[in-house]
């Protein structure tokens, strides 16, 4: 048992765990933000996942594709960090209209 609380798989080989971290986390929390709309819930939710993935990178990290693991797990767990937005298809929405947040997710889907 760490100092966290965690008990953590005897197995585990934490360079190649840490390399994929480093490969992947950026861009899962990038992805994330576009989906909450919430940078901060986007960071907690990603940190939730690679938390999971960890406990489990024993046997994940054997797969032929655990970054798809990875999205899976984070996506099936989203519900808690998930905002309540309404969806409308871009080309509805006027250019310059709306609030900050959907000028922005309108800007980062171009």
Excluded: I
Excluded at 78 to 86: K, T
């Amino acid at each position: 048992m760490t100092g966290g609380g965690v008990d953590l798989p005897s197995g585990v080989d934490n360079g190649s765990f840490d390399s994929f971290v480093r490969e992947h986390c950026s861009r899962l929390v990038q992805t994330l933000s576009l989906v909450t709309l919430d940078r901060e819930s986007a960071s907690d939710a990603a940190q939730d996942a690679f938390l999971r993935l960890y406990l489990r990178w024993d046997s994940v990290g054997e797969l032929h594709d655990p970054v798809a693991w990875l999205y899976t797990e984070v996506f099936d767990r989203l519900a808690p960090y998930s905002v309540s937005v309404q969806l409308v298809a871009v080309d509805q929405v006027s250019e310059g209209t709306g609030s900050p947040r959907m000028l922005a997710a309108r800007a980062s889907l171009r």
